[in-house]
């Protein structure tokens, strides 16, 4: 079974703060992650995924299969990165055709 | 490009009636997801469809059904309504299943409310 963990379900900061929107997984293969944002009132779109290793509107995410985690950071958040924050996974192998998505984050960034 | 679209917007039904709800791709896609998004929760998979062929069913009731049409639209249908069932209907599209570049594209959703 394939498990997405993201434990905050709201996060504060204020403008030029650093954030990390954490995200944790459970898979016994090799995952595919990736970081969905949803801006209000806009549909899902992709953050980045970490095959590619981008690095998208200054935020950076690394795969750490150790510790079965993908935090999404940005060193100084903008008051334009509130949104809706989705972790999901993609399996390997026979289950590689859906996403798994986790219950998300609500970043609020305050002036 | 408008990307992908989904009908109708918003829809209510009763308990025990049948709901069509229907997704055209990004042209040039040949592959549609289909999510349920409860309030609170994140997108749930619910059918993959590849070339017409569903490639993937995620933990749903026989009462969700889907087909692809030649044309590579979609339509997801659900039977015996449930107030379970009120949720945000999302329809993603790729241009592949598998591999890399695949990005899903997400549509704005179906918004199903059942009294």
């Known amino acids: 079974a394939q498990r997405v963990t993201q434990p905050e379900k709201l996060l504060s900061v204020f403008k030029g703060a650093p954030v990390e929107l954490k995200c944790n997984y459970s898979?016994?293969?090799?995952?595919?992650l990736f970081w969905y944002v949803q801006y209000s009132r806009q549909r899902l779109q992709l953050l980045l995924r970490?095959?590619s290793r981008e690095s998208i509107k200054g935020f950076t995410a690394d795969l750490n299969k150790g510790e079965t985690s993908f935090h999404l950071k940005k060193p100084f958040a903008q008051e334009e990165d509130s949104a809706m924050y989705y972790c999901a996974l993609r399996g390997s192998g026979g289950s590689n055709y859906k996403l798994t998505f986790g219950k998300g984050t609500l970043l609020t960034v305050n002036p | 490009d408008a990307g992908v679209t989904q009908s109708p917007t918003h829809l209510i039904k009763t308990r025990g009636q049948h709901v069509t709800l229907r997704c055209s791709p990004i042209s040039g896609h040949k592959s549609v997801s289909w999510y349920q998004q409860v309030l609170g929760q994140g997108p749930q998979f619910i059918f993959q469809y590849y070339e017409k062929e569903e490639r993937g069913r995620g933990n749903f009731p026989d009462r969700f059904s889907a087909r692809q049409f030649p044309n590579y639209s979609s339509e997801l249908n659900v039977n015996a309504l449930l107030l379970g069932d009120s949720a945000l209907y999302l329809c993603?599209?790729?241009?592949?299943?598998?591999?890399?570049?695949?990005?899903?594209?997400f549509g704005p959703g179906t918004r199903l409310t059942v009294l």
């Open positions: 898979y016994s293969g090799s995952p595919e």
């Open positions: 993603a599209s790729s241009l592949v299943p598998q591999g890399y570049p695949d990005t899903q594209y």
């Open positions: 970490h095959i």
